[in-house]
């Protein structure tokens, strides 16, 4: 059984910096995209970033400039580097991966990890 494990969240004043990661473990043939979203209360999840297998990322016009989704195919595991954290970035922060391949013809649609918490504070 394949799980995603964050990590990296915490507090932090306006400007900071903060470097989530995210690794997938158990038995992976492959994973396609992997991503980053977030959510605070009351609010669906958004999509901050994104990046596939072959190196295509994108973001969030809130995030642009700000953060960069990393990814080492070797290990399965996706960062994001959160530099100049505003408060409103304040939320938890989910990685999920698309396309989980446990073999050459057998995948999970998606999976999430369990959440790490981002506060900033102003």
């Known amino acids: 059984q394949v799980q995603l494990s964050e990590s990296g969240g915490g507090s932090v004043q306006a400007g900071g910096s903060l470097r989530l990661s995210c690794s997938a473990s158990g038995s992976i043939f492959r994973i396609n995209d992997m991503s980053w979203y977030r959510q605070t209360p009351g609010n669906e999840r958004e999509l901050v970033a994104s990046?596939?297998?072959?190196?295509?990322?994108s973001y969030a016009d809130s995030v642009k400039g700000r953060f960069t989704i990393s990814r080492a195919n070797a290990d399965n595991t996706v960062h994001l580097q959160m530099n100049s954290l505003k408060p409103e970035d304040t939320a938890v922060y989910y990685c999920?991966?698309?396309?989980?391949?446990?073999?050459?013809?057998?995948?999970?649609?998606?999976?999430w990890g369990q959440g790490t918490q981002v506060t900033v504070s102003s």
């Open positions: 990046l596939t297998s072959g190196g295509r990322s």
């Open positions: 999920r991966a698309d396309k989980v391949y446990y073999s050459r013809n057998h995948y999970a649609l998606y999976l």
